[in-house]
């Protein structure tokens, strides 16, 4: 299976069909004549196998919580179809079967470490072969010739923008995904091409709903009304972004517009402050004082410092405190803070609400890795429709739930919304055909190919 890069709604990939054979058995019947890049056959067998080494607690894998929570079993019946037995009915699977298969000698062998002299060892099914691995640095090269294509793609892990822009500004690149600080520097070039894809990201400011006066959610909604978050989106993303009404993106197929919105509006804020408690005393006292968590990322301190000036001029104190991320986490999860500003990566299944925001996912002292609810928002009305939508079967059936789910989630404000960035690449104006994808896959690199001339 795959996910839209769009929609995000799974579909089959290797597989011709995927049957329900009841509530808790799948059969997955895969297409004919696959093969891996060495000329085998891809089989049920390898498939099967692949599984089964992510459920083997022995192996190690960083993905078995996930997997085992759905799947109890997997097992081969023939050259091509594969019978999956589920812990009971959940709606999630389909997701789960979005994962690269192994040749069965892999999937069961040794793991095989990304060193250099390993490259053959990595073998898959798809369009690139592993050819060359270095710190840092993983060559492929193609399967197949295509005409006017790269024959080669080299990736270089770079971390540091300015380094990335000096790379690619001096011919060290052909193309980049870059970051909001290096949108302007790349879009007045008329030696490069940007593009972008909506993606499933999402960016918020979280609230520790236990925390002093945010426990109560009207002092939540004043902090949604006092940030122009429409400025900020604009001014720190350009046209690389939309708004965002909760943690699903508009494109996605459980997406509900239909949500309580909190426009900028800091008389709205002010008023609602008083009617918490919270008026403001005179003089140069604030309403409250709170501590807003960020990581040290350049980028992420200037937003949360514009969202403390706006907050200011509604009688609220706000010290933004920035912090190596591995820190910044951590803290999070033993409670220490009030606000913190946070990009969550992929939601491209609502599953993942239930992770961040359901009440078994509160991190405490005996279990700080019980999940990402970090603002310790309770909502038993949310707990029963997250369960539902993981339970019911197929998007159209879970998508009422979710939807619903959105809707508790904007009236309570455990998070304020901010917007969903887009994915945004950069490519040298020798190659064309950018069409970077949201879902944060690279196979669109493939599509590439070099002008005419240009050479």
């Known amino acids: 299976m795959e996910g839209d890069p769009r929609t995000f709604v799974a579909r089959p990939a290797m597989a011709e069909r995927i049957e329900r054979i009841d509530s808790t058995h799948v059969r997955a019947v895969l297409r004919s ?29 960083r993905l078995r919580s996930t997997y085992a929570r759905v799947i109890r079993g997997v097992r081969a019946t023939n050259e091509r179809t594969v019978e999956f037995e589920l812990h009971r009915p959940d709606g999630t699977f389909e997701s789960l079967l979005q994962q690269p298969i192994l040749p069965a000698s892999d999937a069961h062998g040794a793991e095989i470490m990304a060193n250099p002299g390993s490259e053959a060892r990595f073998v898959g099914a798809g369009a690139v072969r592993v ?28 971390h540091d923008p300015n380094t990335l822009a000096q790379r690619m500004l001096h011919g060290g690149g052909d193309v980049a995904e870059i970051k909001p600080e290096l949108f302007e520097l790349f879009e007045h070039r008329s030696d490069f091409s940007v593009e972008s894809a909506p993606s499933a990201g999402f960016t918020f400011l979280g609230v520790r709903c236990t925390s002093p006066g945010l426990s109560d959610r009207r002092v939540r909604a004043a902090i949604a009304h006092a940030i122009d978050r429409e400025r900020l989106r604009v001014g720190k993303l350009g046209s690389h972004g939309v708004a965002s009404t909760g943690p699903i993106p508009p494109t996605h197929w459980a997406y509900e517009a239909n949500v309580a919105r909190y426009p900028f509006d800091p008389a709205r804020a002010r008023v609602l402050l008083d009617e918490a408690g919270l008026v403001d005393p005179p003089g140069p006292t604030p309403r409250a004082r709170w501590v807003l968590r960020v990581s040290s990322q350049r980028f992420a301190m200037t937003v949360a410092q514009a969202a403390a000036s706006m907050l200011a001029d509604v009688g609220i104190e706000v010290a ?18 009030d606000l913190t500003f946070l990009t969550v990566p992929d939601l491209s299944d609502p599953w993942g609400l239930s992770f961040w925001f359901g009440s078994a996912s509160i991190p405490t002292p005996s279990n700080p890795g019980a999940g990402g609810n970090r603002w310790r928002f309770r909502s038993g009305a949310l707990d029963a429709t997250l369960e539902a939508g993981a339970r019911s079967i197929g998007a ?6 979710y939807r619903l789910a959105q809707q508790i989630l904007a009236e309570e404000l455990p998070i304020v919304p901010l917007w969903h960035a887009d994915v945004v690449f950069v490519a040298s104006r ?26």
Not at 151 to 157: L, T
Not at 320 to 337: C, H, K, M, N, Y
Not at 396 to 401: E, F, L, N
Request: glycine share 10%; aromatic share 8%; no cysteine.
């Open 320 to 337: 933004v405190r920035p912090s190596e991320l591995a820190t910044l986490l951590s803290d999070l999860r033993q409670g220490s803070f």
């Open 131 to 158: 050819t060359r691995i270095a710190r840092g640095r993983w060559e492929f090269t193609r399967v197949e010739a295509r005409r006017l294509a790269p024959s080669r793609i080299d990736f270089v892990s770079l």
């Open 396 to 401: 159209d059936a879970r998508a009422p739930h």
């Open 430 to 455: 020798r190659y064309e055909n950018l069409t970077p994808r949201g879902d944060g896959q690279l196979d669109f690199l493939l599509g590439l190919t070099r002008r005419r001339g240009m050479w």
């Open 33 to 61: 004549g696959l093969t891996f890049q060495g000329g085998s056959r891809v089989t049920a067998r390898d498939v099967a196998a692949t599984y089964e080494s992510l459920l083997n607690p022995a192996r190690g894998s």
